[in-house]
T-cell receptor, first 114, second 113 residues
Framework: DAGVIQSPRHEVTEMGQEVTLRCKPI?????LFWYRQTMMRGLELLIY????????DSGMPEDRFSAKMPNASFSTLKIQPSEPRDSAVYFC????????????FGNGTRLTVT | DQQVKQNSPSLSVQEGRISILNCDYT??????FLWYKKYPAEGPTFLIS?????DKNEDGRFTVFLNKSAKHLSLHIVPSQPGDSAVYFC????????????FGTGTRLTVIP
């Protein structure tokens, strides 16, 4: 089991540029989550998908953020245009959608917007 | 507004002693609680959980205690080991679904050899 795979591990970009973060969930998991970690707010849920369908995007900060899940094995989180306050670690996680299946997190993407 | 709070950003403990990490929550509807452990440059990993029908759950060196009346839970690690040095996140939800987990800001535990 390769676990949840995120790419890139680090991203440094200039304000105004488009940023795309990628995630491959664990095979067989049917729920996928995007989180953002900051010192002030800890881990915040941005959006989650169930069976590739976005269920709750209320955590997405603003319209500059968008997420897609075109198939069961791939998801993207896009920020366009990026701003310095978007600098954070972004985690993707997956799980089964039933019972008390715990979240399995990827190793995160550290985003720095200058 | 943080519904799950970890008021201690850091904690240092001698190897072999007990580590106690604390967590408070504000939403009385929360009925499922978890602890995740995070090493640097890695994602959080699930450690232990407890349902609100219990007040204690033990797994090896790790025990989670839940005080519903105080809206407080704690994680005890006995004995602490250097490999336990990590950031610990408390999380809570209504029901066991992973889609409505609220996380705290984390406590960095350092176990001194």
């Amino acid at each position: 089991d390769a676990g949840v795979i995120q790419s890139p591990r680090h991203e440094v970009t200039e304000m105004g540029q488009e940023v795309t973060l990628r995630c491959k969930p664990i095979s067989g998991h049917n729920s996928l989550f995007w989180y953002r970690q900051t010192m002030m707010r800890g881990l915040e849920l941005l959006i989650y998908f169930n069976n590739n369908v976005p269920i709750d995007d209320s955590g997405m900060p603003e319209d500059r953020f968008s997420a897609k899940m075109p198939n069961a094995s791939f998801s993207t989180l896009k920020i366009q245009p990026s701003e310095p306050r978007d600098s954070a670690v972004y985690f993707c996680a997956s799980s089964f959608s039933y019972g008390n299946s715990p979240l399995h997190f990827g190793n995160g993407t550290r985003l720095t917007v200058t | 507004d943080q519904q799950v709070k970890q008021n201690s950003p850091s904690l240092s403990v001698q190897e072999g002693r007990i580590s106690i990490l604390n967590c408070d929550y504000t939403n009385s509807m929360f009925d499922y609680f978890l602890w995740y452990k995070k090493y640097p440059a890695e994602g959080p990993t699930f450690l232990i959980s407890i349902s609100s029908i219990k007040d204690k759950n033990e797994d090896g060196r790790f025990t989670v205690f839940l005080n519903k009346s105080a809206k407080h839970l704690s994680l005890h690690i006995v004995p602490s080991q250097p490999g336990d040095s990590a950031v610990y996140f408390c999380a809570a939800s209504v029901g066991t679904g992973a889609n409505n987990l609220f996380f705290g800001t984390g406590t960095r535990l350092t176990v001194i050899p």
